[in-house]
């Protein structure tokens, strides 16, 4: 079999049909020249495929000799084609699988839609936030504790306060706590050399 030839005959079919994205349909995205093999995101590398022939040009291309000569590309095409169920279900069955998935995913997001809910990932920049940590950081607090605070991650602590140009440098606490630390630094270089091997071993234990 030219699995060369067969792949290039389902793009070419693909490209005649000029395909775009229709939600009443079962299409997938899907790279020409595949990323691992130099291939880009651009329109022109890009084509939408029907699930069969997706799972199907992904099986031609783990066999394609143009890759396979390459055991690097090679085994990340084969990567990609197990990933997808290759050597472990047919086309159809792919196709049968995603069809379902993709509609028990369009039945919640219509749900949540109706409902009046947030699609997507929520967003923890919301002004009671933004206002929460600007002030907990003009009182001096660092970021490991404003994300424990308000339960948020360090991202979005540094997309708060680039939007209202705060100074991002990691403020010195005062607390106890980092007393006690800088206390216990100053009593380990008075300690002898030999006297740090079991402190070295604790920290690399954590």
């Known amino acids: 079999m030219n699995h060369e030839h ?17 939600p009443t349909k079962f299409y997938e995205r899907h790279h020409i020249v595949p990323k691992c093999c130099g291939g880009s995101n651009s329109t022109e590398n890009l084509i939408y495929l029907t699930l069969r022939e997706h799972f199907i040009c992904h099986g031609l291309l783990a066999k394609m000799p143009e890759y396979t000569k390459d055991d ?3 085994c990340k095409l084969e990567t990609a084609y197990v990933g997808m169920g290759g050597g472990t279900f047919s086309s ?3 196709e049968k699988m995603r069809k379902s998935w993709q509609l028990k995913l369009r039945s919640i997001l219509q749900a949540k839609k109706e409902n009046g809910q947030q699609l997507g990932r929520p967003s923890n920049l919301i002004p009671e936030v933004e206002q929460e940590v600007l002030n907990l950081r003009k009182d001096g607090m660092g970021f490991t504790e404003i994300c424990k605070t308000l339960n948020i991650g360090t991202h979005t602590v540094h997309k708060v ?5 705060v100074k991002t440098e990691h403020i010195k606490h005062t607390n106890q ?3 006690k630390t800088n206390k216990s630094k100053k009593k380990k270089k008075q300690q002898p050399i030999y006297d740090h091997i079991p402190l070295m071993i604790d920290k690399f234990m954590i």
């Open 72 to 74: 690097i590309l090679r």
């Open 6 to 22: 067969r792949y290039n005959q389902i793009i070419m079919n693909a490209m005649k049909e000029n395909r775009r994205y229709d």
């Open 161 to 165: 306060l680039e939007k209202h140009n």
């Open 177 to 179: 706590k980092s007393k």
């Open 92 to 94: 159809r069955t792919y």
